[in-house]
């Protein structure tokens, strides 16, 4: 490195599984800074290893104690100090959102190094609109809240991306065929890695292959954004009928307007003559 670095903290975003894909100049930032603040000693200090760079490692997440974060600022106010997670960009589901706050709150400059982040590798593999894109994080573990935020995103015009384990990846697109009906999906899977694949269907066509296919590895799922309201897009008396076996009819016709985006009273109508 030509100069010294200045004091602050570095944001170093890390490959997601293709070590190739560590960019030159996080190299140079994580040869350069005095300490580098990882969640996983042994998974930094592999991807270190395999850099050449011994460098002091420091556990940080963001679940670490208010004197453990001071600690940090400290020492970024007065010499370089890197961030960087198990895989990817810091603070994308991943944990910095806290230090690089509190960093800025104190005056200590903060860089960040962009590199890989699963989120965009899939968005842009997927081959659905990348115009627009809400990134939620993982969607929630439980059958109830993964149901409620579905609902509530089913009407963002953009294209959804969620991260997601491969134990839960079946039961997310039968969430996904039951609250985004007709909504293409893209299964991004071990992105960048030797089994890389991009499979993209129905969630009933993705469930039916993974079903028969159990998946292994890191998952992004994409969802198409939401089919214009027009009737023709939709099977209006299935999910009428699916809605009408646990709610009454002007429940059933709210939940499907709002998975739908159609009218609620045109689908009242229709609920009560399905009863
Ligand atoms: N900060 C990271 C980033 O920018 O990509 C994400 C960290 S989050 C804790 C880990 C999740 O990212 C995984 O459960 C998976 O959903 C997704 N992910 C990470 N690497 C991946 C890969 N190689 N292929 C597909 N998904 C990946």
Known sequence: MDAPLSPGLYIVATPIGNLGDMTLRGAEILRGVAAIACEDTRVTGKLLHHLGIKARMIRYDDHASDTQRDGILALAAQQPVALVSDAGT??????????????????????????????????????????????????????????????????????????????????????????????????????TKKFEECRTGTPAELSDHYVAHPPRGEIVLVIAPPLPPSADNFDLDGLLRAALQHSKASQAAAEVARMTGLDRKALYTRALQLK
């Open 90 to 191: 810091p603070l994308v589901s991943d944990p910095g959102f806290k230090l690089v706050r509190e960093a800025k709150a104190c005056g200590i400059t903060v860089t960040s190094l962009p590199g890989a982040s699963a989120a965009i590798v899939a968005l842009t593999v997927s081959g659905l609109p990348s115009d627009r894109f809400l990134f939620a994080g993982f969607l929630p573990n439980k059958a109830k809240a993964r149901l409620e935020l579905l609902t509530e995103l089913a009407q963002v015009p953009a294209t959804l991306v969620f991260y997601e384990t491969a134990p839960r990846l079946i039961a997310a697109l039968r969430a996904i065929e039951d609250s985004l009906p007709g909504r293409e999906v893209a299964v991004a899977r071990e992105l």
